[in-house]
């Protein structure tokens, strides 16, 4: 465990393996939640809670269940964990911030079917981390999606001034951004470590 | 038999088509869609997952309680989405070498839960296998389109396709176009009506 691996792990959850515009999951919100840059911080610092606890939780489960020789519950019971998870951030969350809870409306609930939290929990076991680098992992997997969040929402704030043709109003031209976002993030893959 | 009705349901996969007009399930479409192979093979997976949680979702559905409703859908699902994973583990494993990552994922495809909580949970059980049908398949149709697009270009050169960037241009443009002739079709039903004729 050195120092190095640790922070390789932290360039590349950030930046060259981006959750959303390198992997490819997350998309969902991506698109839903990006309109205003408030509630873009609020559900991207809702997401990093959930899968950093879910990475660490599912990570210590699927030793149980390997030890036990069940993997093949694996999907089930991470499912189970994450939407528990999201509903103890739903009650936490109510009674705490209810401006947070309110901004964030239907989409808090549908942070149990974001595909970047089941993948970044399935990635944890596909890799082999250890605990401590599951936690590092899990965190900053939700930092580099908060990050590509707040990205699209300055970009989408802008362009809810400009002139767009009819056809693109709405999802295409949110897609043709992230695309290009995802073409800039790629150049981050020059990185050597 | 209410005809109408099941015209609908069955004319659900184009109409309403789960990628390009309900936009949901968009990270498997992006991800795998860089081949037709992926992408079908994706696409029925999930067309299999839909239909039978569709199923069991409907025929138990005086007997889930309603607070409890979502987590006994994705049990439902989640077991189904098991049985795919091994299934394709014992007998495709070439597939599954290059459409595993996404297989669990299938869980948390939006269109599942969605068709679930907004069909399955209200209809008998022949409507909604058939809606879960028509739905699948509308999602494998649409996989497969743009993954031949991706293919077409990829062989031409164009090789920044195969990356994420390329699913996400090539999906905005494809939305892009449905968008567009959408809206032709919606100016010929206005136009008709203006000049007193029969509207489409």
């Known amino acids: 465990m050195s120092v190095a691996s ?4 932290i360039v590349s959850a950030i930046l060259t393996d981006n959750i959303v515009l390198s992997k490819t999951l997350g998309i969902c919100p991506l698109l839903g939640t990006s309109k205003k840059t408030d ?3 609020g559900m991207g610092l809702a997401v990093t809670f959930v899968i950093t606890v879910s990475s660490v939780v599912c990570y210590g489960l699927f030793k149980l269940l390997a030890l036990w020789d069940i993997v093949y519950l694996q999907t089930i019971v991470f499912i189970l964990v994450i939407a528990s998870l999201v509903q103890l951030l739903d009650i936490v969350l109510k009674r705490f911030s209810p401006t947070l809870y309110n901004s964030l409306g239907i989409y808090l609930a549908l942070i149990t079917t ?14 082999g981390y250890n605990l401590l680098e599951t936690f590092i992992f899990g965190f900053f997997t939700g930092i580099g999606f908060t990050m590509v969040l707040i990205l699209m929402s ?3 704030e802008r362009l809810s001034r400009a002139h767009i043709p009819a056809p693109f109003v709405g999802f295409p031209i949110a897609l043709i951004i992230a695309g290009i976002l995802a073409m800039a993030f790629s150049g981050f893959s020059g990185f050597a470590f | 038999m209410d005809i109408k009705k099941l015209k609908e349901t069955a004319l659900g996969g184009i109409l309403n088509n789960p990628v390009f007009v309900l936009v949901l399930g968009m990270c498997p479409t992006i991800g795998m869609s860089t081949n037709v192979t992926n992408a079908l093979g994706l696409g029925l997976a999930t067309a299999f997952v839909l239909v039978f949680s569709n199923v069991f979702v409907s025929l138990l559905r005086k007997v889930i309680p309603d607070k409890v409703r979502l987590p006994s859908y994705i049990i439902i699902i989640a077991t189904f989405v098991t049985l795919v994973q091994l299934f394709l583990a014992k007998f495709l494993p070439s597939l599954n070498a290059s459409i595993g990552r996404f297989i669990p994922l299938i869980v948390v495809n939006c269109i599942i839960l969605g068709r679930a909580e907004a069909f399955a949970s209200k209809n008998s059980v022949g409507y909604s296998a058939l809606d879960g049908l028509s739905m699948g398949l509308g999602f494998t149709c649409s996989l497969v389109i743009l993954g031949g697009i991706r293919m077409l270009l990829i062989a031409a050169g164009f090789s920044v396709f195969s990356t994420a960037a390329g699913g996400f241009i090539t999906l905005g443009l494809l939305m892009a176009l449905f968008n567009f002739i959408m ?10 009506l203006l000049k007193g004729g029969e509207a489409l």
Not at chain 1, 6 to 9: A, D, F, L, M, N
């Open chain 1, 6 to 9: 640790i922070i390789t792990i």
């Open chain 1, 39 to 41: 509630s873009a911080v």
């Open chain 1, 114 to 127: 974001n595909c970047a939290v089941l993948g970044s929990a399935n990635m944890v076991v596909d890799m």
């Open chain 1, 154 to 156: 300055g970009i989408r």
């Open chain 2, 183 to 192: 809206l032709l079709y919606r100016n010929h039903v206005k136009a008709g």
